[in-house]
C-alpha cells in the first residue's frame, strides 16, 4: 500500500510537470487567479508567520532539511543495490512534494503576465531614447549626490546601518502603492541571511526563500547596496519572479523613497545598468558620457566592484552557471542576462514622466 501511494506521487511529479508546460501559454490566467488572488494570501500569510522572529527561518530550514537528507543517504545507502525501486521512489515521491509547494507557495509567478503589458509601456527602446534617459538619469544623479557627498570626487557614505535599512525600505513600496496598490508592502519580512559568507562566494548578494517568503539579504555587501537590494527582493516577495522585472520595481521602490540616501542608492542603480547597454552598443559615446558622471558615484560602483572582486573564487562561474540554467528553466530564457532587461523597464516607464 506505502510503494502504491509513493509510486502515485512520484508519478504526480509529471503531471506536474506537464501541467507547468500548459500554464506557461495562459499568462493572463495566472497573473488573474494566481499572482493577483491565491498569491496575495500565501505570501501574507507567511510573512506573518514569519516575518517578526529576527533571524531567517527559512537558512534554518535549508540547513536542518540538508542535514536531513545526508543522514538519510547514509542510512539508506544499501539500499541503492538491495531496494532500488523503492530507493527511487522515496526521492521521486519527495521530489514531486517539493516541486509542488516551491510552485504553490511562489514559482508560478515565473509564468505571470509580463510587468510592461500590466503597465502598458513599449517592451522596445531606440538608442536615442536609451542616450536620453541616461542623460536624464546623469543630472538627477549627480544632483542627489552633490547633495550627499563632501565633493564631487567623494562618495557617498550611508550614514544608517543595514538593519535601519530594513525599518526605512516599506516607505518606498508605501508611496509607490498609491498609485500601483498591488505593491502596498505589509507584514515585512526581510532579514539578513545566515548564509551570507557563502552566499557572497557564490556571488549572490541576496534571494527568497519561497517556501517561508522571506526576503534575505546578503549581510556582507556594502550599505551603499542595501538599499536596492533590499527592495529587489521584496519585488520577488511581493510576486514578481522575472529577475528584470524585481530590478525595476526594487529600482523604483528605492527612487520613490522619502529618504535621499534611498534615492541615491536607486538612481545611480539604474544608471550603472543604463551605462553597460550604452557601451554594449557604442564604446566611444560610453566614455562620452562617462566623463559627466561624478567622480563619487564611479567611487561607489568601484566599492561595489572591489567587494565582490575581494570574494572570487574558482567555484563562482559554476554556481552562476547554475543559477542562469535555473532561470531558464523556469520561464527566463535570456537566463541572468535577463538582469539588464530593466533598462527596457526604466527607459519606457520614464518616457512621459519626470525623474
Not at 510576486?239 to 541615491?264: P, S, T
Not at 566599492?303 to 572570487?312: C, D, H, I, T
Request: glycine content about 4%; hydrophobic content about 40%; some cysteine.
Amino acid at each position: 500500500m506505502l510503494k502504491n501511494k509513493k509510486l502515485i506521487i512520484t508519478l504526480f511529479l509529471i503531471v506536474q510537470i506537464i501541467i507547468i508546460q500548459i500554464f506557461k501559454h495562459f499568462p493572463e490566467f495566472i497573473e488573474q487567479f494566481y499572482s493577483n488572488g491565491i498569491y496575495i494570501f500565501i505570501s501574507k500569510l507567511t510573512r506573518y508567520i514569519f516575518g517578526w522572529i529576527p533571524f531567517s527561518v527559512g537558512d534554518i530550514f535549508y540547513t536542518l532539511a540538508g542535514i536531513l537528507i545526508i543522514r538519510w543517504l547514509i542510512v539508506n545507502r544499501k539500499r541503492i543495490f538491495k531496494d532500488t525501486i523503492n530507493w527511487l521512489l522515496d526521492i521521486g515521491a519527495t521530489l514531486s512534494i517539493a516541486y509542488f509547494a516551491f510552485h504553490i507557495f511562489w514559482a508560478f509567478n515565473y509564468y505571470r503576465q509580463p510587468l510592461y503589458k500590466s503597465l502598458n509601456i513599449e517592451a522596445e527602446y531606440s538608442t536615442g531614447q536609451l542616450v536620453d534617459f541616461t542623460k536624464r538619469l546623469i543630472e538627477k544623479s549627480n544632483a542627489i549626490h552633490n547633495e550627499l557627498a563632501i565633493n564631487d570626487s567623494t562618495k557617498v557614505e550611508m550614514p544608517f546601518s543595514k538593519s535601519e535599512v530594513f525599518d526605512k525600505v516599506k516607505n518606498g513600496y508605501k508611496v509607490l502603492a498609491k498609485t500601483y496598490p498591488h505593491l502596498n508592502y505589509n507584514p515585512k519580512s526581510i532579514k539578513k541571511s545566515l548564509y551570507s559568507t557563502p552566499l557572497t562566494y557564490m556571488g549572490f548578494s541576496g534571494y527568497l526563500n519561497p517556501f517561508t517568503n522571506e526576503a534575505q539579504v546578503d549581510g556582507l555587501i556594502p550599505t551603499y547596496k542595501f538599499p536596492t537590494t533590499s527592495c529587489h527582493e521584496i519585488a520577488h516577495q511581493l510576486g514578481y519572479a522575472a529577475e528584470n522585472e524585481a530590478n525595476f520595481i526594487g529600482c523604483l521602490a528605492a527612487i520613490y523613497n522619502d529618504d535621499m540616501y534611498f534615492k541615491y542608492s536607486g538612481y545611480t542603480f539604474g544608471l550603472r545598468y543604463c551605462l553597460v547597454e550604452i557601451y554594449k552598443r557604442d564604446e566611444d559615446l560610453y566614455y562620452e558620457i562617462l566623463a559627466t558622471v561624478n567622480k563619487g558615484i564611479l567611487k561607489n560602483y568601484e566599492e561595489v566592484k572591489n567587494f565582490w572582486r575581494s570574494y572570487e573564487n574558482p567555484l563562482e562561474p559554476v554556481f552562476e552557471k547554475t543559477f542562469d540554467s535555473f532561470l531558464k528553466a523556469n520561464n527566463q530564457s535570456a537566463g541572468m542576462k535577463s538582469y539588464s532587461y530593466v533598462v527596457a523597464l526604466l527607459v519606457n516607464y520614464y518616457n512621459d514622466k519626470p525623474l
